[in-house]
């Protein structure tokens, strides 16, 4: 193996050039999960299994909040107050009585025609102390943690930092179910964000090492069935675990079970995963620290292209949709009368089993297209799907249940697949000594933006609210905005960035003229088989 060249441009295109065999200039079609299986070895693939549990834990854990956030507000006291259904009387009186109530008297005085008193003036699960813990609390440490531990994974063992960061926030989340005050509620979130940062950037390092450009894309959507089956396994044990009430501490048990197995999970993957060798980087007699410094130019100069920045805005809008949902879905099907359990039922397999087929749909058919026309293939299909699957989340909002829960279906298959697509697209425009640092960044901007989008949707409720709606219109109105609205706009954004990669691919075809090779820079990092299209 030749060593380091003194010319970045050099370097990056012998990286991408390595990528794939030369006599192959372009990649074969994908035949999708049959080829993932067919043309993997056994222990990639027991690889792929592990951190798809991984990311199934991670979401599990990270989503246990916004299922749980009514009762361990009950108990714990926290966030805001407001009228409720009070499901231990008989009464004819619905959620949506009640919650349009907006002070206590009124509240406890309101009695169905055969005079119950069918409400309560309780916690709610919402406020600003809730949305502190699911935003701010969580998404700082996450992504600021996140970039550290992008750089030590281009640097250190991959394996090692993720057993470890598995182990923290497990360990975490078990010790939730014992808080017994706000300030430890929040403590305890604060270690699950430091402990999930470094997930989706170790797996998605290693996955790249694991399997060829050609399955990449499927395995990313394989791996991202995680996002799904953790996400609707929050419903199934929040709802149902804390209504079986064990041992009397109700929801503290959806903590224990979700947490635990992660703790198991991490010392599993510590004598069983094996770091693999890094695709496409070559020796270096530098030390971790000396090699840091040397790549922090470079990566700062990817970074700012246009095409990565833009990709990443649109994940970040995108991703916010996703975040304003997920931590509003209960409450606003419990504000249209739904129970906890009527919730479980549909929200503990439709995410799973929608969403699954979406990621997976996604990463076979951008394997697909790459191979004919190029990695911006990949990107008209993000921009295709956010459009077509934005009518259906609308009509989650518009129609009443279970038609929502039903058109959740559609909303998921199609609106899913631009995330094992982005990231696809990402790791193919950069080396791989740097790719890790590279999906780290643009974590760290998708979730800043994403994860504290939800802090918006009450300041935007009570202005729906003081303009004259209910409460329960105001917070759909509000979703509205956040959820089929960001659909498109992310879709804008995606097309935007389409343009850029295409400048960005012809720059790199032109960099590879010897004229021009030394003048352009380190721009040459995407792989010469995908820019056949173009």
Not at 116 to 123: I, N, P, V
Not at 394 to 412: E, N, S
Not at 426 to 433: D, F, G, I, S, T
Request: aromatic share 10%.
């Amino acid at each position: 193996m030749k060593r380091r060249s003194s010319h970045h441009s050099d370097h990056s295109l012998k990286d991408a050039e390595s990528a794939v065999p030369p006599s192959s200039p372009k990649p074969a079609p994908s035949g999708g999960l049959r080829a993932l299986l067919l043309r993997s070895s056994g222990y990639s693939l027991y690889v792929l299994a592990l951190l798809l549990v991984v990311y199934l834990l991670n979401q599990l854990d990270r989503y246990m909040l916004a299922v749980v956030a009514r009762p361990s507000a009950q108990d714990i006291h926290f966030g805001d107050q407001g009228c409720l259904l009070n499901d231990t009387v008989s009464s004819t009186l619905e959620e949506t009585n009640c919650s349009n109530c907006t002070d206590r008297t009124t509240c406890l005085s309101l009695v169905d025609a055969g005079g119950s008193a069918g409400c309560k003036w309780d916690y709610t699960g919402t406020g600003t102390q809730y949305d502190i813990l699911a935003g701010p609390i969580f998404v700082l440490v996450y992504t600021i943690a996140g970039v550290p531990l992008g750089i030590a994974a281009d640097l250190y063992n991959r394996k090692l930092l993720l057993c470890g960061c598995l182990l923290i926030w497990a360990t975490c989340v078990v010790l939730t179910g014992l808080a017994e005050q706000y300030w430890q509620l929040a403590a305890l979130r604060f270690g699950v964000g430091f402990g999930e940062a470094g997930c989706t950037p170790f797996a998605t390092s290693l996955l790249a090492d694991y399997f060829s450009p050609e399955l990449r894309g499927t395995a990313l959507g394989v791996y991202n069935w995680g996002i799904y089956f953790g996400y609707s396994l929050s419903y199934a044990v929040g709802n149902f675990i804390t209504e079986a009430d064990i041992m009397g501490m109700g929801w503290r048990w959806a903590y224990f079970v979700s947490g635990g197995p992660g703790i198991i999970l991490s010392i599993v993957m510590l004598f069983t995963l094996r770091e693999p060798p890094r695709s496409g980087v070559t020796a270096s007699k530098d030390s971790p620290q000396a090699s840091l410094v040397k790549k922090l130019p470079q990566v700062i100069r990817l970074f700012c292209r246009p095409s990565i920045l833009l990709l990443s805005l649109g994940g970040a809008i995108r991703n916010a949709a996703g975040y304003v949902w997920s931590y509003n879905t209960e409450t606003y099907f419990e504000s249209i009368g739904q129970t906890p359990a009527q919730i479980g039922t549909y929200m503990s397999w439709i995410p799973m089993v929608s969403g699954s087929v979406g990621v997976l749909v996604g990463g076979f058919v951008s394997d697909r297209v790459v191979s004919r026309v190029g990695p911006h293939g990949r990107v008209w299909v993000i921009v295709a799907s956010q459009l077509l699957a934005a009518p259906f989340v609308f009509c989650v909002l518009f129609l009443k249940p279970p038609w929502a829960y039903v058109c959740l279906i559609p909303t998921y298959i199609i609106g899913e697949m631009w995330i094992p697509i982005t990231l696809a697209v990402l790791v193919e425009l950069v080396p791989a000594e740097v790719r890790t640092t590279i999906v780290a960044l643009y974590f760290f901007i998708t979730t800043n933006i994403g994860g504290n989008m939800p802090l918006l949707v009450n300041p935007v409720k009570q202005a729906f609210k003081n303009a004259g709606h209910t409460e329960v219109e105001a917070l759909r109105d509000t979703l509205y905005l956040f959820y089929p609205g960001e659909y498109v706009l992310g879709a804008l954004i995606y097309v935007l960035a389409l343009l850029a990669l295409r400048r960005d691919l012809r720059k790199a075809q032109t960099e590879r003229t010897p004229s021009k090779r030394s003048s352009l820079g380190n721009t040459a990092t995407i792989n010469p088989a995908y820019e056949g299209g173009e």
